[in-house]
């Protein structure tokens, strides 16, 4: 009997982890198909900055961070070649939050497969989001395998294919291009806001960004932002505090053991 209970118990277990991986494909294929639409937008706003086609699609190559590109990118074409260290100082900037998310993901990885350090140039917003939003290691490795690689393949083309039609697009805001990414991001993070805390952390967050934005370079309210999560996760602020035991509580929790025991 033990065994056949057993038995069954593993094969939900597999059974669950499955449909897990399952789900996390289908998120994972969702976040790029909306993120690489986005990739059409860089390309025809990099060449109407200023950068010409090659120049374009090398930054996708290599810099293949969205935000620090399109800072980058908005930064040369307000200021000019002057305004490069700007524009270099605001892409690391927002740079800087993918070494958080490598720090977050380092433990899905197994150790000494030399995974990490291939998953490094992947390790971006939306591969970071569709990994943790999972729960088994196996779905959280594929969520973030697809999700990553996806990403770079489906950006570097439309980014080619913006640049190539450039100003035939026109602005690339008229056809929503530009919350494409966003939007997906959110469908990501709103399932795992159910918690009181989480919703004070994103809520706070954002109004700090909000607030921040037209009086900061990019990339510094995304930081500042990021604050707030780290302050509020170290003070456990919001959380639910656990019930104090009463002697009343502590007596009839002694009577169960007891009943049970006996």
Same mark, same amino acid.
């Given at each position: 009997?033990?065994? %056949?209970?057993? /038995? *069954?118990?593993? %094969? %939900?277990? %597999?059974?669950?982890?499955? +449909?897990?991986?399952?789900?996390?494909?289908?998120?994972?294929?969702?976040?790029?198909?909306?993120?690489?639409?986005?990739?059409?937008?860089?390309?025809?706003?990099?060449?109407?900055?200023?950068?010409?086609?090659?120049?374009?699609?090398?930054?996708?190559?290599?810099?293949?961070?969205? +935000?620090?590109?399109?800072?980058?990118?908005?930064?040369? +074409?307000?200021?000019?070649?002057?305004?490069?260290?700007?524009?270099?100082?605001? *892409?690391?900037?927002?740079?800087?939050? $993918?070494?958080?998310?490598?720090?977050?993901?380092?433990?899905?990885?197994?150790?000494? /497969?030399?995974?990490? *350090?291939?998953?490094?140039?992947?390790?971006?917003?939306?591969?970071?989001?569709?990994?943790?939003?999972?729960?088994?290691?196996?779905?959280?490795?594929?969520?973030?395998?697809?999700?990553?690689?996806?990403?770079?393949?489906?950006? $570097?083309?439309?980014?080619?294919?913006?640049?190539?039609?450039?100003?035939?697009?026109? !602005?690339?805001?008229?056809?929503?291009?530009?919350?494409?990414?966003?939007?997906?991001?959110?469908?990501?993070?709103?399932?795992?806001?159910?918690?009181?805390?989480?919703?004070?952390?994103?809520?706070?967050?954002?109004?700090?960004?909000?607030?921040? /934005?037209?009086?900061?370079?990019?990339?510094?309210?995304?930081?500042?932002?990021?604050?707030?999560?780290?302050?509020?996760?170290?003070? $456990?602020?919001?959380?639910?505090?656990?019930?104090?035991?009463?002697?009343?509580?502590?007596?009839?929790?002694? !009577?169960?053991?007891?009943?049970?025991?006996?």
């Amino acid at each position: 009997m033990r065994l %056949e209970k057993r /038995t *069954a118990a593993v %094969e %939900e277990d %597999e059974g669950d982890s499955a +449909g897990e991986v399952r789900a996390a494909r289908r998120e994972a294929l969702g976040v790029v198909l909306a993120t690489s639409a986005y990739g059409i937008s860089f390309g025809a706003l990099a060449v109407a900055s200023g950068f010409d086609i090659w120049q374009t699609c090398v930054l996708s190559l290599l810099m293949f961070t969205g +935000g620090s590109q399109f800072a980058f990118v908005g930064v040369i +074409g307000a200021g000019g070649l002057a305004a490069a260290p700007a524009a270099i100082a605001s *892409a690391l900037l927002l740079g800087v939050r $993918n070494v958080a998310y490598g720090m977050r993901l380092s433990p899905i990885f197994p150790r000494g /497969t030399g995974q990490r *350090a291939l998953a490094a140039p992947f390790t971006i917003d939306e591969s970071t989001a569709v990994a943790l939003a999972q729960t088994r290691p196996r779905a959280r490795l594929i969520g973030f395998w697809i999700t990553g690689v996806g990403i770079f393949v489906g950006w $570097n083309l439309t980014t080619l294919l913006g640049a190539l039609l450039g100003d035939v697009l026109g !602005d690339p805001k008229t056809y929503g291009l530009d919350a494409a990414a966003a939007a997906a991001f959110l469908a990501l993070l709103w399932p795992r806001l159910r918690k009181r805390q989480a919703i004070a952390v994103g809520i706070a967050a954002a109004v700090v960004a909000t607030a921040l /934005t037209p009086v900061l370079i990019p990339g510094l309210p995304v930081l500042v932002a990021a604050l707030v999560a780290i302050v509020v996760g170290w003070f $456990n602020w919001f959380a639910p505090r656990p019930a104090a035991s009463t002697p009343d509580s502590d007596l009839r929790e002694s !009577d169960a053991v007891q009943k049970g025991s006996s």
